[in-house]
């Protein structure tokens, strides 16, 4: 099987301007979630998708966004961009009923 | 907030010799889980442990879970360079900032 895909794996963008970051999970994972590493916060929780839907969501700003497509592969968008949001943005999924979460390589976005 | 703490932060050590690396966590769990990270790529999952186990090995990994300490350790044997990594601890989707090890050759 093909593992988790992130896209695109570098971006630099100017502060003001918005970002769109695409994951797609495991063939048959359902359960997409976002993190953001940075090296003094450490890998934070952003949300987790389901089918769909939003079912956790960590303590980030309304700037963070994201959805999920009926075919599981999810997007994440981030408007407004500040230089704090340079970061490692990780992508996981899990299998259905699954507990183990398989990452992507991430997607490393510089603000400048 | 995060709920796994490592320690330490930083670990050198020489190939052959063994790695601990220890987490404490804030809430109870249904298991916990350890992952490494190769220089600023995606994790990768290494072991869980169910909150009712104690101890689970994996090759040359060896985790306990002690619950009512809200403690975890990874015990790497016999290092090698390769595995010169971060290490994470996590209780669901709560990370704590990792345990840099340097295994020298």
């Known amino acids: 099987k093909a593992g988790v895909t992130q896209t695109p794996r570098y971006l630099i963008k100017t502060r003001g301007q918005q970002v769109t970051l695409s994951c797609s999970p495991i063939?048959?994972?359902?359960?997409v979630s976002w993190y953001q590493q940075t090296p003094g916060q450490g890998l934070q929780f952003l949300f987790e998708y389901f089918s769909e839907t939003q079912r956790n969501k960590g303590n980030f700003p309304g700037r963070f966004s994201g959805r999920q497509f009926s075919n599981s592969r999810s997007e994440m968008n981030v408007s407004t961009l500040e230089l704090g949001d340079s970061a490692l943005y990780l992508c996981?999924?899990?299998?259905?009923?699954?507990?183990?979460?398989?990452f992507g390589p991430g997607t490393r976005l510089l603000v400048l | 907030s995060q709920q796994g703490e490592e320690d330490p932060q930083a670990l050198s050590i020489q190939e052959g010799e063994n790695a601990t690396m220890n987490c404490s966590y804030k809430t109870s769990i249904n298991n916990l889980q350890w992952y490494r990270q190769n220089s600023g790529r995606g994790l990768v999952h290494l072991i869980l442990i169910r909150s009712n186990e104690r101890e689970k090995h994996s090759g040359r990994l060896r985790v306990t879970l002690d619950t009512s300490k809200k403690s975890s350790s990874l015990l790497i044997t016999a290092s090698r360079a390769a595995d010169t990594a971060s290490y994470f601890c996590?209780?669901?989707?709560?990370f704590g900032k990792g345990t840099k090890l340097t295994v020298n050759p």
């Open positions: 996981a999924s899990r299998r259905p009923g699954g507990e183990t979460q398989y």
């Open positions: 063939s048959g994972h359902r359960s």
């Open positions: 996590a209780t669901e989707s709560i």
